[in-house]
């Protein structure tokens, strides 16, 4: 099991929150996923054997977020 | 055919602006609703012989803004 933390930038109010969650949730491999909206951050807990960490930016990524 | 401009607090994103629109339109008698996120203003004209102010204002507050 790997940790990560994302920078997100632009994650302003509860839905980004809900949306950015939705995205990572379902992907396979993924076990947590914690949001804060105010340190502008995303830490995923996964399976890097399942998930890779471009796969996770590239899933935030298409919710319309930046990540760094 | 009515105008009103509502002032709501607390829209940041694109996400609420879908949340308040689709909380607005279904109501009976709203027939355009108009978000402006920068200004956070939101711009109802609606027939109010169908629907009230009060009403259009609990709608927008049941998503968890302020409306002043």
């Given at each position: 099991?790997?940790?990560?933390t ?8 509860g ?54």
């Amino acid at each position: 099991m790997e940790k990560t933390t994302l920078q997100v930038a632009g994650m302003t109010c509860g839905h980004c929150e809900k949306a950015v969650k939705g995205a990572l949730t379902p992907i396979d491999g993924v076990k947590e996923v914690t949001v804060s909206l105010q340190d502008g951050t995303v830490d995923v807990e996964f399976e890097s054997s399942k998930a890779s960490l471009v796969q996770l930016k590239e899933a935030v990524e298409d919710q319309g977020y930046d990540v760094k």
